[in-house]
């Protein structure tokens, strides 16, 4: 619910603008050429600063006067005056610049908000502005001195910073989660964790078909487990995701993860596990002089062109490591089948490479650490996740479309092809 001061504030902007269009007069601004000299010699921006700020005096001025009329002149049927003048500010590129405003009111003495000053008070969305130079690097500690244009500008201390971050975050993170995502056309959902000061975080980012990435939602649990992967699907099966549609799940071979698919998509999930995370497990069972050899070997395989020749390269690699590292054959094994599902699926190599592993969350798990560089002190509550939502959110924003996304229509056909034939009587109303 909106608080008062917002209902009033919103009526007057809505009243200035019905003014502005009905009066139609002009409202000029005169400036002494030595003033504007002077102002150039400190720099153009100066000029427009100095110009901008008096041009606002102006307009409330102008407005006061439509409001109250004339100062020092009788006015029959009075209804509004003037009541002296008070402090306050304007925002201008994310600071708060004081300016001096004239208060009106009505014969019962009812204050009456100025159109003008809400708007020059709303200025450029303050949160917004701070949220976006520290999502560009910016610490709340510099942030003062690198963003100051005004001599007297004020709310840009650390502190300050900080609590319009807060807000700014808070509401970012809450957009995030609470997106609708129905309207999304999925071939593919990637699903990942890591661990991200101490605290594991899983991430779900989605493949459309026409080939762009789309932040899904995130989780923030203790560890990788099933509960906290669940309670993410549940949360995208409650914004609009259909699960009972045919998709690849490209995952990073987590056993709660696997669960947690299965359980909301059924056979309706194809599971594709991540094959560099597949390559990094084998390898940590093997000495160091074998890990390139192995890798190679691995890589190979998984580089063949069809499913039989990569599954007969990767067999015999397995039959090699049982003899003499038993350890790493197993690992190998594990899930093997999983990894080659877009082998199976016949996905053309080109997209097939871009859905063979997580990276696609990697490079944007990357982006949330070079955003979070500047935190220094982690605390509880949800800063946490605040941070890695924006991290994502600035991901998303450079994303671009899928390798091999000319090659996605070619994967729906053969996803289509998988899904369950519809009964007679559907048919029927769906052509009606």
Same mark, same amino acid.
């Given at each position: ?25 002009a409202v000029q601004l005169v400036l002494p050429l030595a003033e504007v000299v002077a102002w150039l010699q400190k720099g153009v921006g100066a000029l427009m600063r100095e110009a901008g700020l008096q041009l606002m005096q102006l307009v409330m001025?102008? !407005? ?11 006015? *029959? ?50 949160? *917004? ?90 989780? !923030? ?12 699907l549940s949360d995208l099966l409650n914004r609009g995701v259909d699960f009972t549609q045919p998709r690849l799940y490209v995952l990073d071979g987590g056993k709660a993860l696997h669960a947690a698919v299965e359980r909301h998509a059924g056979k ?50 397995? *039959? ?73 959110l600035v991901a998303e924003q450079q994303f671009r479309r899928v390798q091999g996304f000319r090659e996605i229509p070619r994967l729906v056909s053969i996803l289509d092809a998988l899904a369950p034939p519809q009964p007679a009587f559907a048919k ?5």
């Amino acid at each position: 619910m909106k608080e008062t001061y917002q209902i009033e504030g919103q009526q007057a902007v809505k009243r200035l603008k019905q003014m502005a269009e009905q009066s139609g007069h002009a409202v000029q601004l005169v400036l002494p050429l030595a003033e504007v000299v002077a102002w150039l010699q400190k720099g153009v921006g100066a000029l427009m600063r100095e110009a901008g700020l008096q041009l606002m005096q102006l307009v409330m001025q102008d !407005e006061v006067q439509q409001l109250a009329g004339e100062r020092s002149q009788r006015q *029959e049927n009075r209804q509004r005056y003037r009541w002296g003048t008070e402090k306050g500010f304007c925002v201008v590129q994310g600071q708060k610049v004081p300016i001096e405003r004239t208060r009106v009111r009505t014969l019962d003495r009812r204050e009456v908000r100025l159109g003008s000053y809400e708007l020059f008070r709303r200025g450029e969305p303050l949160n *917004e502005t701070v949220w976006s130079r520290l999502m560009a690097g910016l610490s709340t500690r510099n942030y003062g001195p690198m963003v100051r244009e005004f001599l007297e500008a004020y709310g840009i201390n650390k502190s300050a910073v900080s609590a319009h971050f807060i807000e700014a975050s808070r509401e970012k993170l809450r957009q995030l989660m609470e997106r609708p995502l129905g309207h999304l056309r999925l071939c593919a959902v990637v699903i990942d964790a890591t661990v991200f000061e101490g605290q594991h975080v899983v991430v779900a980012i989605g493949i459309g078909r026409d080939g762009r990435k789309t932040v899904l939602g995130l989780r !923030e649990g203790a560890s990788e487990n099933a509960t906290v992967v669940a309670e993410l699907l549940s949360d995208l099966l409650n914004r609009g995701v259909d699960f009972t549609q045919p998709r690849l799940y490209v995952l990073d071979g987590g056993k709660a993860l696997h669960a947690a698919v299965e359980r909301h998509a059924g056979k309706a999930g194809l599971i594709q596990r991540c094959q560099v995370h597949k390559k990094r497990n084998v390898l940590e069972h093997l000495p160091q002089q074998q890990q390139a050899l192995v890798g190679a070997r691995l890589a190979g395989a998984y580089e063949q062109p069809d499913y039989a020749r990569a599954k007969r390269e990767l067999d015999q690699l397995h *039959e090699e490591l049982m003899r003499s590292y038993p350890s790493a054959a197993r690992s190998l094994a594990e899930g093997l089948e999983e990894t080659l599902t877009v082998h199976r699926l016949e996905v053309p190599l080109k997209l097939r490479r871009t859905l063979a592993s997580t990276n696609i969350i990697e490079s944007a798990f990357s982006i949330v650490e070079t955003v979070c560089r500047n935190v220094k002190r982690w605390h509880a509550g949800d800063q946490r996740e605040r941070w890695v939502g924006s991290g994502l959110l600035v991901a998303e924003q450079q994303f671009r479309r899928v390798q091999g996304f000319r090659e996605i229509p070619r994967l729906v056909s053969i996803l289509d092809a998988l899904a369950p034939p519809q009964p007679a009587f559907a048919k029927r109303k769906g052509a009606a």
